[in-house]
């Protein structure tokens, strides 16, 4: 990535980064106000967790004993509002966090709106997330995870699968419009399908783990750093579309101008399959 358009991106992720700090600034004499809300999901379906709404700090982890699970949200009233709801007919739990309009000159002190979400690790779930802005972490140690849609349209999104998963997941969807993306232990989620999009920022995707099965990962990312760790020893083949962006692949790698696959891998018969899609800015394979 040249100089002129590293500052590019830099200003653009400071833009974003005000946008959001400024619609989360709080007035420092509010008292805060917290939502709780309990539920006992049925086990025997999977259970459907969506976050929608304007912005929050969002952690998303589990319960390792217990049926029930349980959800806080704390925001100040003035800046934000939520609604925390369990419809336990739809096996559905949905929180709502909205924001009353940006204000730059609020005092800095108090500046959090966050959601936490703990979710039983004996219940399957499909994760709905959709959200403006925000910060969001998804610890996927002993979580049951049967599906996934995540929509960010700027911040973060940190998720981390350091366990072997057993349910199959026929697509997943991940979303960071600005911002950062990174993704760990995808070698252990048994997906078919991965689709991740972007605008501008940094996606770091990494496949380390133990379950073996074929996949299929599409990468869509305008402007900014694409970065793709792949273990050692695993077959891999990428269709490698560009416009500017540099590459940068393992040594040994077989390339041209558009595909690039590990050492012996044939056309079709790769354990992953990288569709990428990059714009300007830099794509990176590495092997570790």
């Not at 379950?211 to 990312?221: K, P, S, T, Y």
């Amino acid at each position: 990535m040249t100089e002129s358009q590293q500052q590019t991106l830099k200003a653009l992720l400071v833009t974003l980064l005000l946008l959001f700090v400024g619609s989360s600034l709080l007035f420092a004499d509010q008292p805060q106000e917290e939502l709780g809300k309990s539920f006992v999901p049925d086990t025997s379906r999977p259970m459907t967790a969506r976050v929608h709404g304007d912005a929050a700090e969002v952690s998303i982890g589990t319960i390792a004993h217990g049926e029930e699970g349980r959800a806080r949200y704390r925001y100040y009233e003035r800046r934000f509002s939520g609604l925390l709801e369990w419809d336990a007919e739809r096996n559905l739990f949905q929180a709502t966090v909205d924001m009353n309009g940006l204000n730059f000159d609020a005092d800095e002190k108090e500046s959090e709106s966050d959601l936490e979400l703990l979710i039983p690790a004996a219940a399957p779930v499909d994760l709905e997330i959709d959200l403006k802005a925000g910060v969001i972490e998804l610890d996927g140690s002993d979580l049951n995870l049967s599906g996934c849609e995540i929509d960010l349209w700027g911040g973060e999104l940190t998720a981390d699968f350091p366990k072997p998963l057993t349910r199959p997941i026929d697509f997943m969807a991940v979303g960071v419009r600005m911002g950062e993306l990174t993704l760990s232990g995808l070698g252990n989620i048994p997906f078919r399908e991965l689709d991740i999009n972007g605008f501008a920022g940094q996606t770091t995707l990494d496949f380390s783990g133990s379950v073996a099965m074929q996949r299929e990962v599409r990468v869509d990312l305008e402007m900014g750093e694409i970065e793709i760790i792949v273990p050692r020893g695993m077959q891999v083949e990428a269709r490698i579309a560009r416009f500017i962006a540099e590459v940068d692949l393992p040594s040994g790698w077989r390339h041209d101008r558009r595909y690039a696959s590990t050492p012996g891998t044939q056309r079709g018969e790769a354990d992953l399959y990288l569709d990428i899609r990059g714009g300007v800015g830099s794509i990176t394979i590495r092997e570790r």
